[in-house]
């Protein structure tokens, strides 16, 4: 059974970081492209990164750009999301997804690119 699962959620003062997981069971991470996803109340699922099946091509919501890194450890089959200077507006749920295995060259922002999804991980950013 394939399964995605994160973790390394968690309440963060504004300014703080946090490192998430996304691990996979049941097939390889390196053959897909991997997207990670939010979606705050009463908001629409937005993208905030992906990477495509070779790592070199890679996306970054404005909104996160120069804050979150999207990485690749294929030895532990899991994608990681550093996501540094945390603001109130990253609080949300977030969630990994996986696409493939044919080759991507460029990874989708979009949530209907995706055929694997996690369960999410809370991410609330509060003083």
């Known amino acids: 059974q394939l399964q995605l699962v994160e973790s390394g959620g968690g309440l963060v003062q504004p300014g703080g970081s946090l490192r998430l997981s996304c691990a996979a069971s049941?097939?390889?991470?390196?053959?897909?492209?991997i997207g990670w996803f939010r979606q705050a109340p009463g908001k629409e699922r937005e993208g905030v990164s992906c990477v495509n099946n070779n790592d070199r091509n890679t996306y970054y919501a404005d909104s996160v750009k120069g804050r979150f890194t999207i990485s690749r450890d294929n030895a532990k089959n899991t994608v990681y999301l550093q996501m540094n200077s945390l603001k109130p507006e990253d609080t949300a749920v977030y969630y990994c997804?996986?696409?493939?295995?044919?080759?991507?060259?460029?990874?989708?922002?979009?949530?209907?690119?995706?055929?694997?999804w996690g369960q999410g991980t809370q991410v609330t950013v509060s003083s």
């Open positions: 997804a996986a696409d493939g295995p044919e080759f991507r060259y460029y990874c989708s922002a979009y949530a209907a690119g995706y055929n694997y």
């Open positions: 049941g097939f390889t991470l390196d053959n897909y492209a």
